[in-house]
């Protein structure tokens, strides 16, 4: 069981530890980014793209360049990254942009002034997110574990098979920055920074409010797991109810605009994500597995045996079997950061994937369940116990992360569909 580690004491180890962290977190961010932009542009040079670049972005925002200097982005911009581009473009006002919370695409515009280019600032600002949130979570993971197992765990943030969304023009890297900047502040007592830095993220992506969660834990508990007795609230907590001004500021926003405050609610069914029952997306993607192998087993497109969805019932029936795959693989991190991390960690955990798990998508239940996998950053943390100081432990999953970027990243940079 973790022990409470007093404030100035964190601090002393922090600041001991800090060129660790940096150092660590460099090695990660040039080695996995590497990575990808390899792996991206020679997927792309080899391969070409799929086709599906001119029905889902028409109007040219992922290539802006021409040539070869389209193909040297390729990995940075694909899928959402059309929405985003198109939100520091044009802003908001068509029902289903409001599903893409405004911190990010501000940033974007702000350092794409300057620049000349909203694709290579979306780029620019979500790697300095990257950067930012390895650090920050190498000095998380410090305040309780030895510099390896940090170590470990920066690596397999930086290489995890979704990882490329890091780099791409998505919001992922900055929340995941923000949302282990709260955590790492509140376990320092800087209810502050950790209230400021929850709004922060709350208003980047909509489960950002639900840091609310593990924040409110560490101020009641600590690193302990929850007893009957929580420490007793003073007036440094009415910091945490910055949380959910982040959400409170992005609709007013919008209704200040003219626009509908309740937007980025009601753009979900835009998106055919609608709720279904606590956690029930799990059974639901489970029957869409098992359909999916009927689907391939039949060997024929008709009749499909499951909700019809746009593009091939092969394609479909082969990413309902993969996303019910990941949902497999994380029962057991989910389980191992229940049993070995501090609570909050856990039931923040539990409240991010009950919210994809209650409202999944109705022709693919479990879709983006591996990206919203990889921002959830006490994951990583358990797979770097698991596997520091068992030498084949860490070859195995650093190798299968790195071969699963290196795929993952190829499909996302022609245009295939990947999560």
Sequence with gaps: MLRAIPARVALARTALARDDAVA?????????????????????????????????????????????????????????????????????????????????????????????????????????????????????????????????????????????????VYSESLYLALSVGAVYAARLDRWAWAGALGALAASTRSAGVLLLVPLAMVYLWGVHRPSLRPRR??????????????LAAYCGFL??????????????????RSFAGPFVGVWDGAVAAVQGVRQLGSGAREPVFFTAAGGDPFVVARHNIELFGWLVLAVPAVVGVLRRLPAAYGAYVLAALALPLSYPVGPQPLMSLPRFLAVLF???????????GRAWRERAALAACAGGLVVYTGLFATWHWVA
């Design 233 to 246: 609230v003073g007036p440094d907590a009415l910091w945490l109810g910055l949380v959910p001004l982040g």
């Design 378 to 388: 006490p994951l990583a943390i358990w797979l770097a116990l698991w596997m520091t």
């Design 255 to 272: 209704a200040l605009d003219g626009l509908d405050p309740l937007a980025p609610f009601d753009a979900q069914d835009a998106w055919y």
């Design 24 to 168: 660590d977190a460099w090695r990660a961010l040039w080695i996995s980014r590497l990575l990808v932009w390899a792996a991206g542009v020679a997927a792309v040079l080899a391969f070409g793209l799929s086709g599906r670049e001119g029905d889902f972005d028409p109007a040219g925002l992922t290539a802006p360049f021409g040539g070869m200097g389209d193909d040297l982005v390729a990995p940075f911009a694909r899928w959402d990254s059309v929405w985003y581009l198109a939100i520091v473009q044009g802003g908001y006002g068509d029902g289903a942009r409001e599903a893409f919370f405004p911190l990010y695409p501000l940033a974007v515009k702000v350092v794409g002034a300057p620049v000349g280019s909203a694709l290579v600032a979306g780029a620019l600002v979500s790697l300095a997110g990257l950067a930012a949130a390895l650090v920050l979570l190498h000095r998380l993971v410090a305040l309780d574990h030895p510099r390896a197992v940090a170590r470990n765990a920066v690596l397999v943030t930086a290489l995890f098979p979704m990882a490329f969304f890091f780099s791409a």
